[in-house]
């Protein structure tokens, strides 16, 4: 059984003709790093709401685990799958410790006591995420990159089965994008945990996930894997510019991953 | 025992010294040993006349007040993930006047017990109801500049409407009316301590029931959903339950503005925006702060006595104006 299974699934905006979502089908496999890709407002963000139940699908059908996710409870829900949002703006101070712990409000009791074993959970979270250093500052001193590991920290304190990020490396550098991504695929390796991302970064896509999604204007061009979907046709058809697309040897765990270098505009890559 | 409960056990001390103060100040100075005794029943009958039978009514529902309306402010700032907002800023104070007038013209007695609060109630709701829609029609979301706008002009617009409601009735009408636009414990009975008592803090307790997913709400709507909380249920309570605590603190005392703006503040300041401490921290403090801010309405110009609103507001615009330069810098 698949782990989310979406079939036919349309989305439209409240007071908006055109369709967020165009009849999506797909299935998402136990043990999967699933990447989303597309061009800003193909609906990958909408996607990843209606397959979590944050929104619901104006049509289609909508399975986590074999049931609607509607009909579980927010904890049960919040126990199993963990989310990383594109950005979380804090109204009020919060150091990071704080703000981590957070991630175990699905699994403590209505007064939040928190056990011993909340507390490990929480240092080896902000160990995963490269922030246990962090822990006494405040939220609003640090840098944009930081901020984001720490909100993957809270999502890896929540102990899910199923950790979904949404453009988790925008903000971040060169550094702490490869980290982030690696991470992913560490968390994959065992088979039994599964991670969805919806990402700009073809090539990070392209390199660490097992399953490729392509969308555009709200359907899904192309999906499969990375050499299936990251075509030269593919790419350029969707984001309207041109590119070639590579496979360098020795790129870490796929060899042979296709790899996009955009070309500037007039210039003949036919030959290449 | 952790720095907050400490700094708990700190604020009900200052808490209970604020209100014996309140007890012995005004029009006759009382010596605070003489207050303790007449609060133990040992003292001659004209202190305790004047401590229990004219003052302690008075202090005890500017405390009850004080507290509703803090919790309320902090419960609204995280609800809204403004610092700014705030139940007076926002026009639902004004709204609950409204409320509440009607009542009294459609011949409800001031001190009914369910009429009043209900009405007030109803009149905080269309408020918030109609504060949202104009925030929402702006078509930015949660924006705070139209926000506050929202909730000025929505404000001044309610209060337009009392006044034209109150144009129509006698004058002690008018009297009463006035001093829901401004706000004033003069009026204080027991009767009017046990109405708001009765509401406000079984209200308080279900609030602070719901500290921890406040928490997460105050970090977003779509964060605390996938951190297991029910949104929209929360913010359904939370909504009804703050316009009910604006509401009774209305009945009782008219729409007195900045404390739940004011003291929320202050304590996040020193404690931290943990909602498990900051509420029961806002219901002591805010408290405190209005006993105190009454205190100085009613002895500052002896004999004559200032709306207790002037002097939260004289304290509260400073903030409200730091607070909002200091928004602005963040963005």
């Given at each position: 059984m698949s782990l989310f299974e979406l079939r036919d699934v349309s989305h439209f905006y409240r007071g908006v003709t055109q369709a967020a979502l165009a009849g999506v089908t797909l299935d998402v496999e136990r043990g999967s790093l699933l990447a989303l890709l597309g061009p800003n407002g193909s609906g990958k963000s909408t996607l990843l709401r209606v397959m979590l139940g944050e929104l619901e699908a104006s049509s289609g059908s909508v399975m986590y685990a074999g049931r609607p996710s509607n009909e579980r409870s927010r904890r049960e829900v919040a126990s199993e799958i963990a989310f990383v949002p594109q950005a979380e703006s804090m109204a009020f101070p919060m150091t990071v410790r704080k703000l981590v712990e957070m991630g175990r409000y699905p699994h403590t009791g209505i007064l939040g006591r928190m056990g011993s074993a909340d507390r490990e959970a929480v240092d080896l979270a902000m160990e995963r995420a490269g922030v246990a250093d962090l822990g006494g500052r405040s939220m609003g001193n640090l840098s944009g990159g930081e901020r984001?590991?720490?909100?993957?920290?809270?999502?890896?304190?929540?102990?899910?089965?199923?950790?979904?990020?949404d453009e988790p490396?925008?903000?971040?550098?060169?550094?702490?994008?490869?980290?982030?991504?690696?991470?992913?695929?560490?968390?994959?390796?065992?088979?039994?945990?599964?991670?969805?991302?919806?990402?700009?970064?073809?090539?990070?896509?392209?390199?660490?996930?097992?399953?490729?999604?392509?969308?555009?204007?709200?359907?899904?061009?192309?999906?499969?894997?990375?050499?299936?979907?990251?075509?030269?046709e593919n790419v350029q058809r969707v984001y309207r510019w041109p590119v070639v697309v590579t496979s360098p040897a020795d790129l870490g765990p796929r060899k042979g991953a296709p790899q996009v270098t955009p070309l500037s505009p007039g210039t003949d890559h036919k030959g290449s | 025992m952790s720095r907050q409960a400490i700094l708990l056990l700190g604020l009900l001390l200052l808490?209970?010294?604020?209100?014996?103060?309140?007890?012995?100040?005004?029009?006759?100075?009382?010596?605070?040993?003489?207050?303790?005794?007449?609060?133990?029943?040992?003292?001659?009958?004209?202190v305790e006349t004047i401590v229990l039978g004219l003052r302690l009514p008075r202090v005890l529902l500017a405390a009850e007040v004080g507290a509703g309306l803090a919790?309320?402010?902090?419960?609204?700032?995280?609800?809204?993930?403004?610092?700014?907002?705030?139940?007076?800023?926002?026009?639902?104070?004004?709204?609950?006047?409204?409320?509440?007038?009607?009542?009294?013209?459609?011949?409800?007695?001031?001190?009914?017990?369910?009429?009043?609060?209900?009405?007030?109630?109803?009149?905080?709701v269309l408020a918030i109801v109609l504060v949202l829609a104009m925030a929402r029609a702006a078509g930015r979301g949660l924006d705070t500049h139209v926000?506050?706008?929202?909730?000025?002009?929505?404000?001044?617009?309610?209060?337009?409407?009392?006044?034209?409601l109150v144009t129509?009735?006698?004058?002690?009408?008018?009297?009463?009316?006035?001093?829901w636009i401004m706000g004033s414990f003069s009026g204080a009975t027991w009767a009017s301590v046990t109405m708001v008592a009765v509401w406000v803090l079984p209200a308080l307790a279900v609030l602070t029931g719901f500290a921890r997913p406040l928490n997460l709400l105050s970090v977003g709507e779509q964060s605390a959903f996938h951190l297991g909380v029910d949104v929209r249920q929360l913010k359904i309570v939370l909504y009804v339950g703050t316009s009910f605590l604006v509401g009774?603190?209305?009945?009782?005392?008219?729409?007195?503005?900045?404390?739940?703006?004011?003291?929320?503040?202050?304590?996040?300041?020193?404690?931290?925006?943990?909602?498990?401490?900051?509420?029961?921290?806002?219901?002591?403090?805010?408290?405190?702060?209005?006993?105190?801010?009454?205190?100085?309405?009613?002895?500052?110009?002896?004999?004559?006595?200032?709306?207790?609103?002037?002097?939260t507001a004289l304290l509260g615009v400073p903030v409200f104006l730091w607070l909002l330069v200091r928004s602005e810098e963040s963005l």
């Open positions: 984001q590991r720490v909100i993957i920290a809270r999502a890896l304190a929540q102990q899910p089965k199923i950790l979904v990020l490396t925008a903000a971040l550098d060169l550094h702490f994008a490869m980290e982030t991504f690696e991470l992913m695929s560490e968390l994959t390796e065992e088979g039994s945990f599964t991670v969805v991302v919806a990402t700009h970064n073809l090539n990070l896509a392209a390199r660490y996930a097992t399953q490729l999604i392509l969308l555009c204007s709200g359907r899904i061009e192309a999906s499969g894997l990375p050499s299936e979907v990251i075509t030269a | 808490f209970l010294g604020v209100l014996t103060l309140g007890l012995a100040l005004g029009a006759v100075p009382i010596p605070v040993w003489e207050v303790l005794s007449a609060l133990t029943g040992s003292s001659d009958p004209q919790v309320a402010g902090a419960v609204f700032q995280a609800l809204l993930r403004n610092p700014l907002a705030e139940p007076y800023i926002l026009g639902v104070s004004s709204g609950a006047a409204v409320g509440a007038v009607m009542a009294i013209i459609l011949g409800m007695t001031v001190n009914s017990m369910f009429a009043l609060p209900v009405a007030a109630f109803l009149g905080a926000l506050l706008l929202a909730g000025v002009v929505i404000g001044a617009f309610f209060n337009a409407v009392v006044l034209l129509f009735a006698d004058l002690e009408t008018f009297r009463a009316a006035m001093l009774v603190c209305v009945a009782g005392s008219g729409a007195i503005g900045f404390v739940g703006l004011v003291v929320p503040h202050a304590l996040r300041l020193v404690g931290g925006s943990d909602h498990r401490w900051l509420l029961p921290a806002c219901a002591m403090t805010g408290g405190g702060f209005l006993v105190f801010a009454d205190t100085v309405a009613r002895t500052v110009l002896t004999p004559a006595e200032l709306p207790v609103g002037v002097v």
